[in-house]
């Protein structure tokens, strides 16, 4: 895969609907303070692409060109137990499995949103054509949608605030929104103590997954070249500063122009700004946003569990049999 196409893949893949809803709406609840979220991320991001996506790419290709995180490991090491490469396999499916239920889940909630629709009706809608088209393409298919989703995303992410800050500029809402104590405090408690450095902590430490995350390392490992991952990592950096930066925005405008939001709406606050302030063509454009960040993660991840029960436990288990039957 070229440059722009590993890059915006795995960045898709790995912010999900959370980015457009999750995200914004934790802002807009709490404040500031969990800001740090995002900066984990970016950390984590930076440094997955700095240290590990340049050496994968490299030991990946020497070992055995291998296609799984699973197979990289018993090539790379030189394990001849399928031991590590089957319980990877299983930790593998048993998670990505459930996580891909909560990619099925924000397509549920979009429509049921949207146009009302039942939102069990919504998620196997959703899934089946993620099904289809990952089924059809394969690993190409996945990564390329990804990169077209990748692209919607941060267009709407990044329309939508600015448009909301045009539309407090020129007196469209009135009502100031209440904020909670410590709101534009980076510090959660309003101070240093435990509280706060607690929180701060468990904030930065979301970037610490980057470098275990499957959907995304396999990026690294199907990249063109090993200058096309310098590239990459270029593009990946900007798109993820904006993305995350938009989404902090959203929270932040969305808890004036939309002052009357209740507790259990925040996580779609994205969507009620971009049905107020947008058109209803160019509203459907922008929500599709929120599709495509649940796409991309699902079919990533659905990839990612066939890919470990096919590869790493079917046909590793198949040649262990094999090899004891020839003894």
Not at 103 to 130: D, E, H, Q, R, Y
Request: charged residues 10%; hydrophobic residues 55%; positive net charge.
């Amino acid at each position: 895969m070229n440059s722009w196409v590993t890059a915006l893949s795995a960045q898709a893949s790995d912010m999900s609907a959370w980015l457009l809803m999750g995200l914004p709406g934790s802002i807009l609840a709490y404040g500031m303070g969990k800001v740090w979220i995002a900066v984990g991320l970016l950390i984590g991001t930076i440094l997955n692409w700095i240290y590990i996506a340049p050496r994968l790419r490299k030991f990946s290709k020497e070992a055995g060109d291998s296609i799984t995180i699973p197979e990289y490991l018993s090539n790379r090491f030189m394990s001849k137990s399928l031991v590590l490469r089957v319980i990877s396999g299983l930790v593998f499916l048993v998670c990505f499995t459930v996580y891909t239920a909560s990619s099925f889940k924000a397509c549920g909630t979009l429509f049921n949103t949207v146009f009302n629709m039942n939102p069990t009706l919504a998620i196997l809608l959703a899934a089946g054509i993620i099904f289809a088209y990952t089924f059809l393409g394969g690993y190409a298919a996945v990564c390329w949608t990804d990169f077209i989703q990748g692209t919607l995303m941060l267009i709407a992410l990044l329309v939508v605030p600015i448009l909301a800050l045009f539309a407090l500029n020129s007196g469209q809402v009135a009502e100031t929104a209440n904020v909670v104590p410590n709101y534009w405090n980076f510090l959660p408690s309003g101070k240093f103590d435990w509280a706060s450095i607690s929180t701060i902590l468990s904030g930065l430490a979301w970037g610490l997954g980057y470098f275990g995350m499957p959907h995304i390392l396999v990026r690294f490992m199907s990249a063109k070249s090993n200058a096309s991952i310098k590239r990459a990592r270029q593009i990946a950096i900007i798109w993820v500063i904006l993305g995350l930066g938009a989404a902090v925005a959203v929270g932040l405008v969305g808890r004036n122009y939309l002052p009357g939001l209740s507790e259990a709406d925040r996580s779609i606050v994205f969507i009620q700004m971009t049905q107020k302030l947008l058109p209803t063509f160019l509203a459907g454009i922008a929500l599709s946003g929120i599709l495509a960040a649940s796409m991309s993660t699902a079919d990533s991840q659905l990839l990612v569990s066939a890919s470990a029960f096919a590869s790493d436990i079917y046909i590793s288990l198949s040649s262990g049999k094999r090899l004891i039957v020839q003894r």
